[in-house]
């Protein structure tokens, strides 16, 4: 069945360091992408989305770039601040809308 | 827009007692609702499908007579919890789908559950 990977956290960083959470997937047909983002003691809340190959997802200075030859969609920022620190969820939604999340990445960001 | 709401926030139930969760889609229609069960520091394990006017889809493993699923309405989704167990306290989440809305869920704030 369809699956997502991400790596393993926490990844601790200092401020402005630049980051890359690493998420690999495993799907048929053609699934839309998705990174979330879950601050301390709240829901999910959308970070960026793709829906097809070579799709970059952007918002608030994340980018992921739907990359169906490697079947990735890792996300990166170029310089991380303080408020960043969240837990990072890489996922999919393909037929019938279910959404399959990876383990999610704990991020800690240093003053 | 695109706004789900979720009530209460966090509830404290005594073992043996049921609690209702309330998820409310605020301004669109939502055929289709998730709800999610998520332990401290892991991911969200999907636990059902509700679908409006419709029995909800349990994911395997899930007791659909012990999580009492109702989709009344476009707009509101309810999970009871029966007969809780100090082993169901969770944080409970659930999203909705917006009526041809490529796949993308939103998300609702989430409720703490404690049974004590």
């Known amino acids: 069945g369809d699956s997502v990977t991400q790596m393993e956290g926490p990844v601790t960083l200092s401020e402005e360091a630049f980051l890359t959470i690493n998420c690999t997937y495993t799907?048929?047909?053609?699934?839309?992408l998705f990174w979330y983002v879950q601050y301390p003691g709240e829901g999910l809340q959308l970070l960026l989305k793709?829906?097809?190959?070579?799709d970059k997802g952007s918002n608030k200075g994340f980018e992921a770039t739907y990359r169906k030859e490697t079947t990735s969609f890792h996300l990166e920022k170029g310089s991380v601040q303080v408020s960043d620190s969240a837990v990072y969820f890489c996922a999919l939604s393909g037929e019938g809308f279910k959404t399959i999340f990876g383990a999610g990445t704990r991020l800690f960001v240093k003053a | 827009g695109a706004v789900v709401s979720q009530h209460p926030s966090r509830v404290i139930c005594k073992s043996g007692t049921s609690v209702k969760i309330e998820c409310r889609s605020l301004d669109f229609q939502a055929t289709t609702m998730f709800w999610y069960r998520q332990f401290p520091k892991q991911s969200l394990m999907l636990m059902a499908t509700?679908?409006?006017?419709?029995?909800?889809?349990?994911e395997q493993g899930v007791e659909k007579d012990k999580f009492l699923i109702n989709h009344a309405s476009l707009t509101l989704s309810t999970l009871t919890v029966t007969s809780a167990h100090p082993e169901d306290s969770s944080f409970y989440i659930c999203?909705?789908?917006?009526?041809?809305?490529?796949?993308?869920?939103?998300f609702g704030p989430g409720t703490r559950l404690t049974v004590t």
């Open positions: 999203s909705a789908c917006r009526d041809g809305g490529m796949y993308e869920q939103y």
């Open positions: 799907a048929t047909g053609y699934p839309s």
């Open positions: 793709a829906t097809k190959a070579d």
């Open positions: 509700s679908n409006e006017g419709s029995k909800a889809t349990y």
